[in-house]
């Protein structure tokens, strides 16, 4: 089995990249690879990724619109379904608020490559799912309390997430944006 990926930019936020694995499949399940350094590092110059999160969320739970000044995130749904999305939170970019929205579920893994500046945010769609970020930074992380936060429903964004009334954190019920 060749570790492949199929990597191509977002037609919407070019600054983004849509990962596919060469996945293969057969009567005990499937097989791919998430990570080779090596396909990466092209597209996050000057920076290493060095730390791996996972979240594990239930039906309804939405997170997010969340990010940092320094970060590339490397996302992924390893259990379940997620609408993941990705926002230009660039103020000072004629793309500001544009946004991308992805279906990433157990069937397609597909992977997100997020650069600097831009928001992250997921909503659970099964009754559980397991969401799976790598991140590439220099120097410290940059935590919860030194991240930009925005409304999921922020009405410059207008992110059609569907009918929802998700459950919240304390963080996104009472985000304000920059």
């Not at 920076?47 to 969340?66: A, M, P």
Request: hydrophobic content about 35%.
């Amino acid at each position: 089995m060749a570790i492949d990926f199929k990597i191509r930019q977002s037609l919407i936020l070019p600054e983004v990249y849509i990962i596919e694995p060469n996945k293969f499949s057969d009567l005990r399940g499937d097989i791919w690879s998430a990570f080779m350094e090596e396909s990466l590092k092209s597209l996050v110059k000057g920076t290493r990724f060095c730390h791996d999160k996972f979240i594990n969320s239930h039906f309804n739970v939405l997170r997010g619109i969340h990010g940092d000044s320094n970060t590339w995130k490397f996302v992924t749904c390893v259990y379940g379904e997620v609408m993941q999305v990705v926002v230009d939170c660039r103020e000072d970019s004629p793309n500001f608020g544009k946004y991308e929205g992805f279906i990433i579920n157990t069937k397609n893994q597909k992977m997100i490559l997020i650069p600097p500046n831009f928001g992250n945010a997921h909503y659970v769609r099964s009754k559980e799912a397991v969401y799976y970020y790598k991140l590439a930074y220099n120097g410290e992380y940059t935590d919860f309390d030194r991240q930009f936060t925005y409304p999921w429903n922020d009405k410059r964004f207008n992110i059609k997430w569907g009918d929802i009334d998700p459950i919240l954190s304390d963080r996104d019920i009472e985000a304000k944006g920059r």
